[in-house]
Nanobody, 114 residues
Framework: VQLQASGGGLVQPGGSLRLSCAAS????????MGWYRQAPGKQRELVAR???????NYADSVKGRFTISRDDAKKTVYLQMDSLKPEDTAVYYC?????????WGQGTQVTVSS
């Protein structure tokens, strides 16, 4: 199983980015798909996750600004990030739970700065 994340970059405060993470090597429905982030000097934290095709969890700091979605046909999870703030700057990692195992993507840098 491999996860390929993309979509990071440099954006000004108040701007938007959309992250994508495509899974390969999976043959059954992925149970949980999500995004974590790690800022310099801080622990990795959950940003958002989707359980099955409906239930979602968001970190309090991103509620109302970020939206997670998934396309099972493409085996892809997305993170739409709006109203970005400098404190959202971090490396973002996608993560899946598949047949009892946890897999991580390689990380994509998001920098919010003017």
């Amino acid at each position: 199983v491999q996860l390929q994340a993309s979509g990071g970059g440099l954006v000004q405060p108040g701007g938007s980015l959309r992250l994508s993470c495509a899974a390969s090597g999976t043959y059954f429905t992925i149970n949980v798909m999500g995004w974590y982030r790690q800022a310099p000097g801080k622990q990795r934290e959950l940003v958002a996750r989707m359980i099955g095709s409906g239930s979602t969890n968001y970190a309090d700091s991103v509620k109302g600004r970020f939206t997670i979605s998934r396309d099972d046909a493409k085996k892809t999870v997305y993170l739409q990030m709006d109203s970005l703030k400098p404190e959202d700057t971090a490396v973002y990692y996608c993560n899946i739970l598949y047949i009892g195992e946890i897999y991580w993507g390689q990380g994509t840098q998001v920098t919010v700065s003017s």
